[in-house]
């Protein structure tokens, strides 16, 4: 991707209940940067989460978009979905972020082993109902692959020619 092109994903849910999700980057200057959840799409729709037979873009159909930025160099983003919300997660970002100047809905993560945490916690908690009927111990991170999923985008940052 060259620097200043804007990049954005489109999340359909197809399942017959709410899917939640969180955005996670690692920008090509080193540092952990997520979709701030606060960043709604439009009036009324629930941050982080897409409603049944719905759709939405990430970051969003706004002006100011996701421009791509930094120093040449790899990009990677995480999009993770989970069948439950990530309240754990939500309440570690809350005040562990800060803006990023040009790009609103993005933030810069200030404590990222907290956030993983409350993310593994959260997966956790959505898997519970799986793990107790495997006979599998709740005492231990127990992630139930069919309540939550998670995709991978890597792309190189590239000078404007």
């Known amino acids: 991707m060259t620097q200043g092109c804007r ?11 709410p899917v939640y999700f969180v955005v996670f980057s690692l920008d090509s200057a080193g ?9 709604k799409n439009t009036v009324g729709e629930t941050p982080g989460a897409i409603e049944p037979g719905g759709n939405l873009s990430v970051p969003g159909d706004r002006p100011y978009g996701s421009t791509v930025s930094g ?12 069948e439950a919300p990530f309240d754990r997660t939500l309440a570690a970002l809350e005040g562990g972020m800060q803006q990023v100047r040009d790009a609103q809905p993005i933030r810069v993560l200030l404590n990222p082993l907290q956030v993983a945490r409350a993310v593994l ?41």
């Open 71 to 82: 120093p040449i160099g790899l990009v990677e983003t995480q999009i993770i979905f989970s």
């Open 121 to 161: 916690e959260d997966l956790h908690a959505a898997s519970m109902t799986g793990a107790m009927n495997a006979g599998i111990s709740t005492d231990y991170f127990a992630l139930d692959v069919n309540v939550w999923a998670t995709l991978s985008f890597v792309y190189q940052v590239i000078e404007n020619e």
């Open 31 to 39: 540092r952990l940067l997520v979709l701030n959840p606060d960043a």
């Open 7 to 17: 990049i954005q994903y489109r999340l359909y849910n197809e399942s017959d209940r």
